[in-house]
């Protein structure tokens, strides 16, 4: 009786192994044979110069493209704005997602703060330059319609958010020469990554 149970187990393990090598075979057989047709199709049919979409890349269309801002204020538009203003358009624009004051946030993160431990991470605290929220708000903000807003009122949200946070007085007017000049309470958070790959990495 042991030896009759022995005796099938082996059977079905070789049955397993033959399957398997089987089906392996078949795989292997299958994609030479995809392979092959799909050069064989490739080769047949040469590839057009152009697919029929798209337009050309005029220079008008690059410079509505070519909307970054630097940190020391390379790219930033004319106009200005101050925290008056810009409590305008948050109320129409921004306080649905971010909350009525900014720091309690909605259906997106808080954006006022001061906490130097981060929690939660906000432009008062975790922020290095003021102009990148010049260059995320002109891109990327309202969410619904991004790129809508005018500089004066991107210029204006900045001062908003700048002096909720108490980094600039209530009536400073901010633009394209006072934006740089904004010293962010965490620039000194960051540090250039001089890191090559070696021991040195920390």
């Known amino acids: 009786m042991i030896w009759a149970s022995a005796d099938v187990r082996g059977l079905a393990a070789r049955a397993v192994a033959t399957i398997t090598i089987t089906v392996l075979g078949l795989s292997v057989a299958g994609g030479r044979f995809l392979e092959a047709a799909g050069q064989q199709q490739a080769s047949a049919t040469p590839r057009p110069e152009t697919f029929g979409f798209g337009r050309p890349a005029t220079s008008d269309a690059i410079a509505s493209l070519d909307i970054d801002v630097m940190p020391d204020g390379t790219g930033l538009p004319p106009g200005s704005g101050t ?50 929220l ?21 210029y204006g949200l900045v001062a908003w958010i700048l002096a909720k946070n108490e980094i600039i007085a209530e009536d400073a007017a901010m633009n394209a020469e006072t934006l740089p000049a904004v010293v962010m309470p965490a620039r000194d958070r960051f540090v250039p990554d001089d890191r090559r790959g070696g021991p040195e990495v920390r």
């Open 83 to 132: 925290s008056a203003s810009g409590a305008r358009t948050w109320g129409r624009a921004c306080r649905g997602c971010r909350g009525c004051h900014g720091a309690e946030g909605g259906t997106a993160a808080a954006v006022v703060g001061r906490d130097p431990s981060g929690r939660p991470l906000t432009v008062g605290n975790f922020w290095s330059y003021a102009t990148t």
């Open 134 to 154: 010049f260059d995320y708000i002109n891109r990327a903000m309202p969410r619904p319609t991004p790129g809508t807003l005018t500089p004066d009122q991107v």
